[in-house]
Structure formats: C-alpha cells, structure tokens
C-alpha cells in the first residue's frame, strides 16, 4: 500500500473583514452604553420629581394622617367625624367607602351587582339617558330624551351619561348597540333595573338615594355614601343600609364572612377603618 494521501486547506483570514466587525462591536457597545446612560439619568430626574412632589405635600398630608389611628377600628360615627376632619379640599368632598370582600372574583356566581335604595342622597349627580316613557314628564326631571338619532350617536362613539335606562319596547334597538354599550357598563339590563315600564319612578329613585354596587376583579366595592358636608347621621344610615344589603347577596357557596374590612375616605383624603363588629 502506498501512502495515504493528505488534503491540506489552506485557510485565510480576511484581516480588513475582522476589522471591520470589531469597529461595529465598539460602536454598538457605545451606543448601548449611551442608551443605558440616558435611560438611568432619566429614571433619576422622574424620581427626583416624585421626591419634590412628596416632600411638597407630606408636612400637611402627615398631619392629616397622624389624626388617624390606623390600628385602630373605628365605629361608623367616629369615622365619618374624622374623615370629614381630615377632607383637605375647598370643594365639598364625596365620602367614599371601600369594601374589601372574602370573594373570589375568578368565580362568575362570587360577583355581587345588585341596585340598592340609600334612605339617603350620594350628593353624586348622575347624568341619565332615557329611551321610552313620557318624554314631558322625563324632561322636567332633568334628563336628556333617547331617540333613534341618539342611537347613531351612541354607535358612532359618542356618548356622554352616566346610566341610560329604557323601556322593552326600546330594548331591540338598543341591543343593535350593545358592542358599544355592554364594555362601558351601560347597557340596560334586568339586574340592574335599567329595564322598566315606568322609567320615571327609576330617574326619581336615581336621583335620590338609588346606588348600583358591582364588585370590581379585586373583590372591592367603591362607593359614594354622600359628601362632607352632609349630616353625620344621615351617612351613617347610608353607611348600614349599604353594609346590610351588601350582606344580603353573600354567594351561597361562600363559607366565610362576605365583608373582608371597611374603609372610609373623603376625596383624596386619608381612610379610617370601620370595625365589623359595628356594621
């Protein structure tokens, strides 16, 4: 046998291609490095702003906050007392309760919506859109008249109310809208009582102290019970009646009490927590 033969490759290194890569690495690292710079120079300005911002209003929200003990439950009286003491607006402050639940929002038969009548007025204006009734009677009440031309409004994105109620008769023609209407929560419905023959006993009772409570994905109830300037028993009726009806659509597969805690605020105000014991 003769010797095996042996293929030599030969192989060359392009020098001016090594260099031309090592140039676009140092110049992407710099580039980088400049990015990242900026990015946390940036990060620093933002958070020296909040720093400005919480300095500038701590001295006089920490005074507020000190007159609240925060463990300690209060009884309802108590807390609207100091959540009126500590309102540091110049306007007339909502009174806003914050109803944490034992429910689990994953679950369809856990939510809670329900309409419930307040002895008393929220103080809150609510702007109400009606499709039915007597449109003489409706007028003088304040509201604004549905027609098919509000209809066009509504598909073209233009709306502006805060609940629109309607009679059957109106229900056809609003469920043309219901893409619009179902993810801003204004479709009517039975559950929340939007739908009825007699709308102008509905836009009485909204006007006065008809409230729709709806649980939000977190398990928390947000409310207006009335404002600041409001008397302080009338609230606390306001505040009882809610608790109690609340209470009233505890899911029944739900072993555990339905009312987690009770907060409450006035407008960007601090919160007072409320014993259970005493709703």
Do not use: C
Request: charged share 35%; proline share 4%; hydrophobic share 35%.
């Amino acid at each position: 046998m003769g010797r095996p033969r042996v293929k030599t490759i030969d192989s060359a290194v392009d020098l001016e291609k090594v260099e031309s890569v090592k140039e676009k690495a140092e110049k992407l690292s710099a580039e980088t490095e400049e990015k990242v710079e900026k990015q946390v120079k940036a990060a620093k300005i933002t958070t020296e702003k909040k720093r400005k911002k919480l300095r500038s209003r701590s001295k006089r929200y920490e005074e507020l906050i000190g007159q609240i003990d925060k463990t300690k439950e209060y009884t309802v009286a108590e807390a609207i007392e100091l959540t009126k003491k500590t309102s540091k607006t110049k306007f007339d402050s909502s009174l806003e309760i914050h109803i944490n639940l034992n429910t689990d929002p994953t679950k369809s038969d856990q939510l809670i919506r329900k309409t419930i009548n307040l002895p008393h007025s929220s103080g809150k204006i609510i702007r109400v859109l009606v499709f039915g009734g007597n449109p003489k009677d409706l007028k003088n009440m304040g509201v604004q008249i549905g027609t098919d031309l509000t209809l066009k409004e509504i598909d073209a994105g233009k709306i502006d109310t805060d609940k629109i109620v309607a009679t059957s008769e109106w229900m056809p023609k609003l469920a043309k809208s219901a893409k619009v209407l179902g993810p801003k929560g204004l479709m009517p419905n039975p559950k929340s009582g939007t739908i009825t023959e007699k709308p102008e006993d509905l836009v009485k009772n909204l006007q006065g102290g008809m409230v729709e409570v709806k649980s939000e994905k977190a398990a928390i109830i947000h409310l207006i019970v009335g404002k600041t300037s409001s008397q302080t028993e009338k609230l606390e009726e306001n505040i009882k009646t809610l608790i109690s009806e609340i209470r009233k659509a505890k899911p029944e597969g739900l072993k555990k009490e339905l009312i987690k805690s009770v907060y409450l605020s006035s407008t960007m105000g601090p919160s007072a927590k409320i014993g259970i014991s005493e709703l």
